[in-house]
């Protein structure tokens, strides 16, 4: 899966569907297992892209705050 090219929302989306998939009871384990990796990739590309919005804010405010 490449995350790389996937936006906040994107991925956030992908999660989502990722979740509901994995709350059904009737999956084998091993695709359980599948999806659950999956859930984990895409929640750390969420709070990559989340943690340099949170940089790009801050710095913004600084560079505001220094005029």
Known sequence: MDLQHLTFEQAYQELLIT?????RDNL???EMIILYQ???L???????????AELSVKRLGE?????
Request: proline share 4%; charged share 20%.
């Open 63 to 67: 560079y505001a705050n220094s005029e």
């Open 28 to 30: 084998p384990l091993d």
């Open 42 to 52: 895409l929640t750390q590309h969420c709070n990559q892209k989340l943690d340099q």
């Open 19 to 23: 979740v509901q998939a994995l709350e």
């Open 38 to 40: 999956k859930g984990m």
